[in-house]
Nanobody, 128 residues
Framework: QLQLVESGGGSVQAGGSLRLSCAAS????????MGWFRQAPGKEREGVAM????????YYADSVKGRFTISLDNAKNTLYLQMNSLKFEDAAMYYC?????????????????????WGQGTQVTVSS
């Protein structure tokens, strides 16, 4: 099994920054790609960013392009999400996810259903 544990969430003022981390353990070979998703109350879970673990290809939601950066330290089995210029609408529970099958016609980089492995989430609050 693959375990994912997020950390780094908290409360930040609008315009501020946070860095989220996601530590992977167990069957880490199952993570050919990893992503960050978020879910605000009353809203569907949405993809934020995704990265392939074997390379540098990344994908971002339009709403975070230029502000968020996803990165991966394979030596530490840790995924990061650097979030800058945070807005009120960025407030949500942020989840780390991983997948083994990261290609083909059914896979979509920012689609939650494409990822079978999930962490428990870390809360991000943005205040004025």
């Amino acid at each position: 099994q693959l375990q994912l544990v997020e950390s780094g969430g908290g409360s930040v003022q609008a315009g501020g920054s946070l860095r989220l981390s996601c530590a992977a353990s167990g069957d880490t070979y199952r993570r050919n790609c990893m992503g960050w998703f978020r879910q605000a109350p009353g809203k569907e879970r949405e993809g934020v960013a995704m990265i392939y673990t074997g390379g540098s290809s990344t994908y971002y939601a339009d709403s975070v392009k230029g502000r968020f950066t996803i990165s991966l330290d394979n030596a530490k089995n840790t995924l990061y999400l650097q979030m800058n210029s945070l807005k009120f609408e960025d407030a949500a529970m942020y989840y780390c996810a991983a997948a083994f099958l990261c290609g083909g016609t059914r896979f979509q980089p920012l689609r939650a259903a494409s990822f079978p492995y999930w962490g428990q989430g870390t809360q991000v609050t943005v205040s004025s």
